[in-house]
């Protein structure tokens, strides 16, 4: 398995826009966006699965949307309306869909991560 990549973060305003990308998922059955702000757990934004389902953590509903491209091995995560409670390292993560999708254990790779700072 090549390592997951993610692109796509910056620095941002409040009630912007942004779209990260995670490149190299090679049509896992499972893809996730996750998110860990300083000093607190790693906490589950987002999942798709490769029948198109998509699943949503409560920070990302009615916000963010979650997308892949088979032909392009690639993840995507649109994030709306930024606050600055979105800050966070946002890691991409893979895996064969075996358990629950807002755990942890159900994702075996995961990317680098990449920054998203929301400044007021």
């Known amino acids: 398995q090549v390592p997951l990549v993610e692109s796509g973060g910056g620095l941002m305003q409040v009630g912007g826009s942004l779209r990260l990308s995670c490149s190299r998922t090679?049509?896992?059955?499972?893809m996730g966006w996750w998110r860990q702000a300083p000093g607190k757990e790693r906490e589950f934004v987002a999942a798709i699965r490769s029948t198109g389902d998509t699943y949503y953590g409560a920070p990302a509903k009615g916000r963010f949307t979650i997308g892949r491209d088979h032909a392009k091995s690639t993840l995507y995560l649109h994030l709306r309306s930024l606050k600055p409670e979105d800050t966070a390292v946002y890691y991409c993560?893979?895996?064969?869909?075996?358990?629950?999708?807002?755990?942890?254990?159900?994702?075996?790779?995961w990317g680098q991560g990449t920054q998203v700072t929301v400044s007021s």
């Open positions: 993560a893979g895996g064969p869909g075996s358990d629950i999708l807002t755990t942890l254990a159900a994702y075996a790779y």
């Open positions: 090679d049509n896992m059955p499972v």
